[in-house]
């Protein structure tokens, strides 16, 4: 079946620091892949996407490269602000059928100043 | 173009009682999904619209059900309330059924069964 598999959380990191969140799947056929980010009391908010291999998704400095022999989406920022602190979650888009998304459980960003 | 949106924001409900949450899609939007998300966890599906007909659904008992509308806005209703439909219910526009989109997403209905 479809799956996403995120790194568990929380993450703290210093403002200016490295981010990288890494985030897998499992699916039949060839995905859409997403990272979507939640802030406090809010919705969610697609960040970036990859429609297929090779692809890289990128937005506000984040980016994701889709590696289809890794079967990976790992999200990544050079230097990570205070406002980035969110919830970020990994999801992938099935295919055929009944079309939807299948997310990740979340991974949780605290950024300190 | 507005984006989503859903109401009421904030909700409390008794075990046992029935509820109907309301999403206005994106304008050009034809398709609208609902996701429930339980607290600390990614949302999960429970149902597809497309123009006014159900276009997949979840693991989710049919004591969820919903409605699309010719403007393409849409209700979610739960009959029979329990204390674990507590929970963020997520509505989701796109133009069209394909995931490739990504849908937009509202900024919810918090629900709380007590």
């Known amino acids: 079946g479809n799956s996403v598999t995120q790194m568990e959380g929380p993450v703290t990191l210093s403002e200016e620091a490295f981010l990288t969140i890494n985030c897998t799947y499992t699916?039949?056929?060839?995905?859409?892949l997403f990272w979507y980010v939640q802030y406090p009391g809010e919705g969610l908010q697609l960040l970036l996407k990859?429609?297929?291999?090779?692809d890289k998704g990128s937005n506000k400095g984040f980016e994701a490269t889709y590696r289809k022999e890794t079967t990976s989406f790992h999200l990544e920022k050079g230097s990570v602000q205070v406002s980035d602190s969110a919830v970020y979650f990994c999801a992938l888009g099935t295919q055929g059928g009944s079309e939807k998304l299948v997310f990740g459980k979340g991974t949780k960003l605290t950024v300190n100043p | 173009e507005t984006g989503v949106t859903q109401s009421p924001t904030h909700l409390i409900k008794t075990r046992g009682q029935q509820v109907t949450l309301r999403c206005s899609s994106q304008?050009?939007?034809?398709?609208v999904s609902w996701y429930q998300q339980a607290l600390g966890q990614g949302p999960q599906f429970i149902f597809q619209y497309y123009r006014e007909e159900e276009n997949g659904r979840g693991n989710f008992p049919p004591r969820f059900s919903g409605l699309q509308f010719p403007n393409y806005s849409s209700e979610l209703n739960v009959n029979a309330l329990e204390l674990d439909d507590s929970a963020l219910y997520l509505c989701?526009?796109?133009?069209?059924?394909?995931?490739?989109?990504?849908?937009?997403f509202g900024s919810g209905t918090r629900l709380t069964v007590v």
């Open positions: 990859a429609t297929k291999a090779d």
């Open positions: 699916a039949t056929g060839y995905p859409s």
């Open positions: 989701a526009s796109s133009p069209g059924m394909t995931s490739n989109y990504g849908y937009t």
């Open positions: 304008s050009g939007h034809n398709t």
